[in-house]
């Protein structure tokens, strides 16, 4: 069963300025059936939640931590939750 989940993920590195945002919800629009956003954050690091069928979020998660990403990504903390709804898409923030 696959079913939907919510992902948060918070990526550490060389991630803002370099079009990690975009790239982050090419990868989300490539992959298909997943909506949410890409975020900087204040401190440097990006926020990107991504909601939808459970192997699609694993998925961007797996590029977040070791695709051709843009930048330099030296970790992914992410937590797992259940979705809440509400986004049209998914969004640069």
Known sequence: MNEDVRVTAWV???VQGVGFRWFARANALRIGALVGFALNLEDGRV????EGPKDHCEQLLEWLRTGDTPGRVDGVTEIWATPRGGYDGFAIR
């Open 47 to 50: 926020q990107v939640v991504a």
């Open 12 to 14: 550490r590195g060389r």
